[in-house]
């Protein structure tokens, strides 16, 4: 199936066959202002990657260092705002600690929670998914049952449920173990939650994929069912699983604060968005810095995937409409 | 329609059990530490850890325990550990400004979600729909309690136009009632506009390709005609049923951060709190309650849509 150079001959710089991928992608580089999103949401992560250096060169003071205090507090007690100083850019909060460099090492833990979350999600949905579609019968079942279940729950209740239950006790299943108040904890829970809202697409599209010819021809030519569910259904899936990546990342962020913002996320001392908010709201009237850092961080991040997801859904497939419940 | 009604009534009925097995599970047999260590909570004494241990039966098979916890909590005996009160009667009294919160909500998010969505199909790719686009975007990217607590700052604190936060009853002075709901509402209706708008314009546009349309239009009704009658009608589906679950996970408690950052006292403000004394009988009720919600109300949108839609009875 070599491209025919005859018709290379005729169009010198249109290429003759052109994947749906490298059509996909001309679609999203038109896209400029999804791009410019994207790159914000780049921005961001690139930022909080850098944390130890700018609190080490240029802040010079640790995430968790309260020695400052006497700089940090007005007169009247209250945090100082930001500033046009190195060390307190953001300002500072009640203990003395200085809000941007919180900002950076919180957004780490966010991105992190959110980053392994939607990996525990796309996993075990798409091998859940693809399995109940394939298999049908009571392993599809079982498999749709179980979705349903989850499914049931408000997302955040369901999170609220595990994070209070975990944080207490901890879980141990024999080789995985995790530890109450665990950075791991608040990711496997939004992990999971987020299980039934890709694994049910998923299913859907694996039902109708294996009536396809494809397939059949797979089989007959005594294909077993895991290979073809990994060499033929799979590859089929690549562009919803890819348009699912940035929803359930946004979500997985959002939630994460939400937990946190709750106590039944990320622990203190440890800094994530979610949890600086928290404490900044308690504060309110008196210092709104330590309210709206965070959250203004957290909106642009969340938003930044989120155009730059619709952008990518755009260029996959411009009818497509995916959406998730909160 | 009969048949499809016992259907989904049974369906309902199984997946109830089911919640009410796996939320047992999440609280009482994730295999780590003494249960009635996590029951107590992080405050408790020696000899109320004992108490625990007794009254729920921690010694006795895994069923029996279930059966007991699940007595407890339809014959009110529940009883949270911090304050030693009935959970029950604690969720019964916090009702009142948990539905007041999600009437006034779901009726502001279903007309300005369904408003907005199809104004952005017409104008498609005009300015209008650029503005809207806009507007949802930020919505859905927004947290909640991240709004309420600026608009609580700003509207409330700065301005004074709002009260800061707390609830009035609606029969002591329906009027205060009203002026404390308008910040809660708008805050909790902003990410639900932002969804509904979108899904419904991707539904409208969608729909404008089909071939009933292309039919309505030959018969020669106008462009509006068109519009209402056939392509809002049929795409406004979807979003009832939609509505149907985000208007029962809020009942359902689902709303805790709105609750908790307007100090409403709802169900799900009680359960935040709960959550931070780590107070795990509340946590428990609430979380079975709140998907006891979303199950009855998904069967009741189903067997609505089910009456509109023979293809639905039939498949099902």
Not at chain 1, 173 to 195: K, R
Not at chain 2, 240 to 267: P, R, Y
Request: proline letters at 5%.
């Amino acid at each position: 199936m070599g491209t025919s150079p005859e018709f290379a001959l005729v169009e010198p710089d249109v290429p003759p066959g052109i994947g749906p991928y490298r059509l996909a992608w001309r679609r999203l580089r038109r896209n400029y202002v999804s791009l410019a999103f994207g790159c914000l949401f780049l921005l961001i992560v690139i930022l909080c990657l850098l944390a130890p250096i700018y609190s080490a060169d240029i802040a010079h003071i640790g995430a968790d260092d309260t020695s400052h205090i006497d700089q940090a507090l007005s007169l009247t007690g209250i945090p100082i705002g930001p500033t046009w100083h190195s060390t307190f850019f953001l300002g500072a909060d009640t203990t003395g600690r200085d809000v941007a460099v919180r900002l950076l090492y919180g957004g780490r833990n966010s991105l992190e929670i959110g980053a392994i979350a939607t990996l525990i999600t796309m996993f075990f949905a798409t091998m859940l998914g693809t399995i109940a579609g394939y298999m049908r019968g009571p392993i599809d079942g079982l498999l749709s049952r179980f979705f349903e279940l989850l499914w049931a729950y408000p997302a955040l209740l369901l999170g609220v449920a595990l994070g209070t239950s975990l944080q207490i006790g901890g879980i141990n299943l024999g080789i995985f173990t995790l530890t109450a108040g665990s950075l791991y904890v608040p990711a496997a829970v939004i992990g999971v939650v987020y299980i039934p809202y890709v694994a049910k697409p998923v299913r859907a599209q694996v039902v109708t994929l294996r009536e396809r010819e494809f397939v059949d021809a797979a089989r007959q030519q005594g294909l077993g069912p895991v290979r073809i569910m990994l060499s033929e259904i799979l590859p089929n899936l690549a562009s919803t699983i890819i348009v699912f990546v940035p929803l359930i990342l946004a979500n997985a962020i959002l939630l994460e604060a939400g937990l946190s913002f709750l106590g039944a996320g990320v622990q203190p001392p440890a800094p994530s968005w979610g949890t600086m908010i928290s404490d900044g709201v308690h504060l309110l009237p008196a210092a709104i810095h330590l309210t709206l850092v965070p959250g203004i961080m957290l909106v642009l991040c969340v938003l930044g995937i989120n155009v730059f997801g619709d952008g990518i859904r755009d260029a996959l497939d411009p009818r497509s409409q995916i959406r998730i419940k909160r | 329609m009969g048949a499809f009604i016992v259907r989904r009534a049974a369906a309902a009925i199984a997946l109830l059990f089911a919640i009410s097995v796996l939320t047992f599970l999440i609280f009482f047999a994730f295999p780590s530490s003494d249960p009635a260590l996590r029951l107590a909570g992080r405050t408790a004494t020696p000899a109320q850890i004992a108490a625990v241990r007794k009254t729920w039966g921690f010694n006795k098979p895994i069923y029996v325990q279930y059966f007991k916890t699940m007595e407890k909590i339809f014959d009110g005996s529940i009883i949270s550990y911090t304050q030693q009160l009935n959970v029950d009667n604690q969720i019964a009294s916090d009702l009142q400004p948990t539905v007041s919160l999600a009437v006034g909500a779901g009726i502001i998010w279903f007309l300005f979600g369904v408003l907005f969505g199809v104004l952005s199909a017409v104008r498609a790719g005009r300015w209008l729909d650029r503005l809207l686009t806009i507007f949802s975007m930020v919505g859905v990217s927004t947290p909640v309690f991240f709004l309420g607590a600026v608009l609580l700052y700003y509207l409330g604190f700065k301005a004074g136009i709002f009260p800061n936060g707390d609830y009035v009853s609606i029969t002591t002075d329906p009027i205060q009632w009203l002026y404390h709901m308008i910040l809660p509402w708008l805050t909790l209706s902003a990410l639900f506009i932002g969804v509904y708008s979108r899904v419904l314009r991707s539904t409208i546009l969608d729909m404008l390709n089909d071939d009933f349309v292309r039919t309505a239009r030959a018969k020669g009704l106008s462009e509006r005609q068109v519009m209402v009658r056939h392509v809002l009608r049929n795409s406004l589906i979807p979003i009832v049923s939609l509505w149907g679950l985000d208007f029962a996970s809020v009942i359902g408690g689902g709303a805790i951060l709105t609750e908790t950052v307007f100090n409403l006292q709802g169900v799900g403000q009680y359960a935040a709190t709960s959550i931070t004394n780590l107070d795990v009988p509340p946590v428990l009720v609430i979380t079975m309650y709140g998907a006891f919600f979303v199950v009855l109300l998904g069967a009741i949108v189903d067997i609505v849509h089910a009456s509109l839609d023979p293809r639905v009875r039939l498949s099902a």
